[in-house]
């Protein structure tokens, strides 16, 4: 069996690919995410291909399953066993405030106060036992977290970074008194110095395990008894996979899941294609994610922060997320200023123009009105709806309030959501020290390719790259992704002060551990990458920034060198007299998957000339003068030459705006490489 699927569930549309690489067959797939139950959307998009699941060899999911919960607050009851005197940290967090400029702020934690509980033990910082742990205490303390409704347990000790064998007892002691599998040590999440940091990492995981756990188990099951052999992958943050079975142990991981899969898929176009330096922009229905590929490999961090206060130190994808997508609602605020997003009209009732009882004008509202989109073409309308509805919606709601016409005010709406958008690439290219003059702009998401030439403008970004399928590069990403795990040592000392011979033997034994968990998955892979990062500081910061280096960089000398170098491209700025500290050093282990044929993708019905391709002309607003006659492709039938906007490129999944002056081609992959005026 050859047929691989991948399935990534959006905030508004559950995409899938399907690739059988003994025919070349592909078939796709479109649904409206079901939130209440992502099971039932991802069932009726394997259904809608058509194709036996017990012909299916491997099925590879991103979900937000996590992501949605955590943001939501519909998370497990969790309960906390802590060291005595500890109880209220997650709750303290560092001194900061939800409003940069507010007095006050509210702020509830992950755990609430009643669940937290301490228990007499402690570690000092360099990992020496100062009291033991108290196990009558701890078998207690779990008892009465049971009897108090708490279904999910964290274990959160002092300095268990430094030494988690109190840690370890209380993970043995919770497999007997416990009465489920839901048991989280901080320490194994993240071996980081940091308490709260670690210990929110740790609720992180704790408050979504159960959640994931039924949900993987449900799908699994469901997908079995439809005859599907064999395990579900699910993607993590980090952009690897990892077996059904044992994704909800560590079920922080997903977290950010399904924006990951879609820059796992443009590093893989980036490296098959010649552009190694991209930033990828992909805009759904609900939001836009943005991220940057270097040397065509995905920026990993573990400095996220999914909301306030809310950390999450563990290793993903570097993703910067706004509320900027199609679904995003425009407002006139009370000071008469027009707001775009963050609130977004979702899939249901989603867009006016979808039909299902939606008034609130949004960015595909806009995109409509100006002609950008064709009105029938939508995908998932109800009840189909009048343009004249569309723009009465719009003068009510923001055109008679800001006294613009309908169409002046629909060009409003786009202008400040590509700001936003603009914005967050400015945060993940300029102010990191990247010139995003020198990537290219790689858009995706099914609202992605209407905007990208409109930011690469704005950015002076000179190149934009539309993938084959743009809407559906999330699930492609999920077919492409490895396998990956992260591991982590905890140093924190100033980098005088450790011996070479520590730093080989940590590297060493993390290489060691990833190479065993590759081999306990059972995935089927043809190569291993190790990939090797330090997490350094100068003594007194509180910031960290991740370094890359090679293996045979593991000396005190060449981690200065890298360390000095980085720091120089982040800030421009050298801080001699200051002394480095080595915080961690950290090993990916990459274990590369079999790849299905891409190529199968690109197949399309290619015509002798541009005019052959040309379905039809309709009037186009554009910033660069107004209201043009544009001529509107299918991107299927375009032949191998290069042609002129202003167009329209339409195709299944999405549409691509091409603005007055830019110039675009076909790459011999299928990808439609656009050149940038101005």
Same mark, same amino acid.
């Given at each position: 069996?050859?047929? @691989?699927?991948?399935?990534?569930?959006?905030?508004?549309?559950?995409?899938?690919?399907?690739?059988?690489d003994?025919?070349?067959?592909?078939?796709?797939?479109?649904?409206?995410?079901?939130?209440?139950?992502?099971?039932?959307?991802?069932?009726?998009?394997?259904?809608?291909t058509?194709?036996?699941l017990?012909?299916? &060899? &491997?099925?590879?999911?991103g979900?937000? @399953?996590?992501? !949605?919960?955590?943001?939501?607050?519909?998370?497990?009851?969790?309960?906390?066993?802590? @060291?005595?005197?500890?109880?209220?940290?997650?709750?303290?967090?560092?001194?900061?405030?939800?409003?940069?400029?507010?007095?006050?702020?509210?702020?509830?934690p992950?755990?609430?106060?009643?669940?937290?509980?301490?228990?007499?033990e402690?570690c000092?910082?360099?990992?020496?036992?100062v009291?033991?742990?108290?196990?009558?205490?701890?078998?207690?303390?779990?008892?009465?977290?049971?009897?108090?409704g708490?279904?999910?347990?964290?274990?959160h000790?002092?300095?268990?970074?430094?030494?988690?064998?109190?840690?370890?007892?209380?993970?043995?002691l919770?497999?007997e008194? +416990?009465?489920?599998?839901?048991?989280?040590?901080?320490?194994?999440?993240?071996?980081?110095?940091?308490?709260y940091?670690r210990?929110?990492?740790?609720?992180?995981?704790a408050?979504?395990?159960?959640?994931?756990?039924?949900? $993987?188990?449900?799908?699994?099951?469901e997908?079995?008894?439809?005859?599907?052999?064999?395990?579900?992958?699910?993607?993590?943050?980090n952009g690897?996979?990892?077996?059904?079975?044992?994704?909800?142990?560590?079920?922080?991981?997903?977290?950010?899941?399904?924006?990951?899969?879609g820059?796992?898929?443009?590093a893989?176009?980036?490296?098959? %294609?010649?552009?190694?330096?991209?930033?990828?922009?992909?805009?759904?229905?609900?939001s836009?994610?943005?991220?940057?590929? #270097?040397g065509?490999?995905?920026?990993?961090s573990? #400095?996220?922060?999914?909301?306030?206060?809310?950390?999450?130190?563990?290793?993903?994808?570097?993703?910067?997320?706004?509320?900027?997508?199609?679904?995003s609602?425009?407002?006139?605020n009370?000071?008469?200023?027009?707001?775009?997003?963050?609130?977004?009209?979702?899939?249901?009732?989603?867009?006016?123009?979808?039909?299902?009882?939606?008034?609130?004008? @949004?960015?595909?509202?806009a995109?409509?009105?100006?002609?950008r989109?064709?009105p029938?073409?939508?995908?998932?309308?109800?009840?189909?709806?009048?343009?004249?509805?569309v723009?009465?919606?719009?003068?009510?709601?923001?055109?008679?309030?800001?006294?613009? &016409?309908v169409?002046?005010?629909?060009?409003?709406?786009?202008?400040?959501?590509?700001? !936003?958008m603009?914005?967050?690439?400015?945060?993940?290219?300029?102010?990191?020290?990247?010139?995003?003059r020198?990537?290219?702009?790689?858009?995706?998401?099914?609202?992605?390719?209407?905007?990208?030439?409109?930011?690469?403008?704005?950015?002076? =970004?000179?190149t934009v790259?539309?993938? $084959?399928?743009?809407?559906?590069?999330?699930?492609l990403?999920?077919?492409?992704?490895d396998?990956?795990?992260?591991?982590?040592?905890?140093?924190?000392?100033?980098?005088?002060?450790?011996d070479?011979?520590?730093?080989e033997?940590?590297?060493?034994?993390?290489?060691?551990?990833?190479?065993?968990? =590759?081999?306990k998955?059972?995935?089927?892979?043809?190569?291993?990458?190790?990939?090797?990062?330090?997490e350094?500081q100068?003594?007194?910061?509180?910031?960290?920034?991740?370094?890359?280096?090679?293996?045979?960089?593991?000396?005190?000398?060449a981690?200065?060198?890298?360390?000095?170098?980085?720091? +120089?491209?982040?800030?421009?700025?050298?801080?001699?007299?200051?002394?480095?500290v080595?915080? &961690?050093?950290?090993?990916?282990?990459?274990?590369?998957?079999?790849?299905?044929?891409?190529?199968?993708?690109?197949?399309?019905?290619?015509?002798?000339?541009?005019?052959?391709?040309?379905?039809?002309?309709?009037?186009? +607003?554009?910033?660069?003068?107004?209201?043009?006659d544009?001529?509107?492709?299918?991107?299927?039938?375009?032949?191998? %030459?290069?042609?002129?906007?202003?167009?329209i490129?339409?195709?299944?999944d999405?549409?691509?705006?091409?603005?007055?002056?830019?110039?675009?081609?076909?790459d011999?992959?299928?990808?439609?490489?656009v050149k $940038?005026?101005?």
């Open positions: 069996m050859t047929t @691989t699927v991948g399935i990534d569930v959006g905030g508004t549309f559950t995409d899938l690919v399907l690739i059988d003994s025919t070349g067959d592909v078939r796709l797939a479109k649904v409206p995410s079901t939130l209440d139950n992502q099971a039932r959307g991802v069932l009726q998009a394997l259904e809608q058509g194709v036996a017990d012909t299916i &060899s &491997s099925i590879v999911h979900t937000t @399953t996590t992501t !949605n919960a955590v943001l939501e607050r519909k998370l497990a009851k969790v309960g906390l066993i802590t @060291t005595r005197g500890f109880r209220d940290v997650l709750e303290l967090g560092r001194r900061t405030r939800p409003t940069a400029y507010g007095l006050r702020g509210n702020f509830v992950l755990v609430a106060r009643n669940l937290r509980v301490e228990v007499d402690r000092d910082a360099s990992g020496n036992v009291t033991p742990l108290d196990e009558r205490q701890f078998i207690e303390a779990m008892n009465r977290l049971v009897e108090q708490a279904e999910s347990l964290l274990i000790f002092l300095h268990a970074y430094s030494n988690p064998g109190h840690e370890q007892r209380a993970l043995e919770a497999a008194h +416990w009465p489920n599998e839901y048991v989280t040590a901080a320490h194994q999440i993240t071996a980081e110095f940091r308490e940091e210990g929110t990492a740790g609720a992180v995981n408050s979504v395990q159960p959640i994931l756990d039924r949900y $993987v188990r449900r799908l699994q099951d997908l079995q008894n439809a005859g599907f052999g064999t395990d579900l992958l699910v993607m993590q943050g690897g996979t990892v077996p059904a079975r044992a994704v909800s142990r560590t079920a922080v991981n997903t977290v950010m899941s399904g924006p990951a899969s820059v796992m898929a443009a893989h176009v980036s490296r098959v %294609c010649g552009f190694p330096n991209l930033i990828t922009y992909d805009m759904g229905g609900t836009s994610d943005v991220a940057l590929i #270097e065509g490999v995905p920026k990993v573990s #400095e996220l922060e999914l909301e306030y206060a809310m950390p999450i130190h563990v290793p993903m994808v570097d993703v910067h997320t706004v509320g900027a997508g199609g679904g609602i425009a407002r006139v009370a000071g008469g200023i027009l707001k775009v997003g963050p609130e977004s009209a979702g899939s249901m009732p989603g867009p006016i123009c979808y039909g299902r009882g939606g008034t609130l004008p @949004t960015i595909t509202d995109n409509l009105v100006l002609g989109l064709n029938d073409k939508l995908l998932s309308v109800d009840n189909k709806v009048s343009m004249d509805f723009a009465d919606c719009i003068r009510k709601e923001v055109a008679e309030p800001l006294g613009l &016409s169409h002046d005010a629909a060009a409003a709406i786009l202008r400040v959501g590509n700001q !936003n603009a914005n967050a690439i400015r945060l993940v290219s300029l102010a990191r020290g990247y010139d995003p020198d990537f290219a702009l790689f858009g995706f998401g099914g609202a992605g390719p209407l905007h990208s030439t409109a930011l690469a403008r704005e950015l002076g =970004i000179p790259l539309i993938p $084959v399928r743009p809407g559906l590069t999330n699930a990403g999920c077919l492409v992704a396998v990956r795990h992260d591991l982590v040592q905890s140093f924190n000392k100033p980098l005088g002060l450790i070479d011979a520590d730093l033997a940590s590297l060493a034994h993390q290489t060691a551990e990833g190479r065993q968990r =590759i081999e998955s059972g995935i089927a892979v043809f190569d291993i990458e190790l990939r090797y990062t330090a350094m100068f003594q007194g910061q509180s910031h960290l920034l991740v370094v890359d280096i090679l293996r045979e960089q593991a000396t005190r000398a981690l200065a060198a890298a360390f000095e170098k980085a720091y +120089w491209q982040r800030f421009k700025v050298k801080l001699s007299e200051l002394r480095p080595l915080v &961690s050093l950290n090993t990916s282990i990459v274990a590369k998957r079999y790849v299905p044929d891409l190529g199968t993708l690109a197949k399309a019905e290619p015509v002798a000339s541009l005019a052959d391709a040309r379905v039809g002309i309709r009037p186009v +607003w554009f910033e660069q003068g107004g209201w043009h544009t001529p509107v492709f299918r991107r299927e039938r375009l032949p191998e %030459c290069e042609f002129a906007g202003p167009a490129v339409e195709q299944l999405s549409t691509t705006v091409l603005e007055p002056g830019n110039t675009a081609k076909l011999s992959a299928g990808n439609l490489i $940038v005026a101005g």
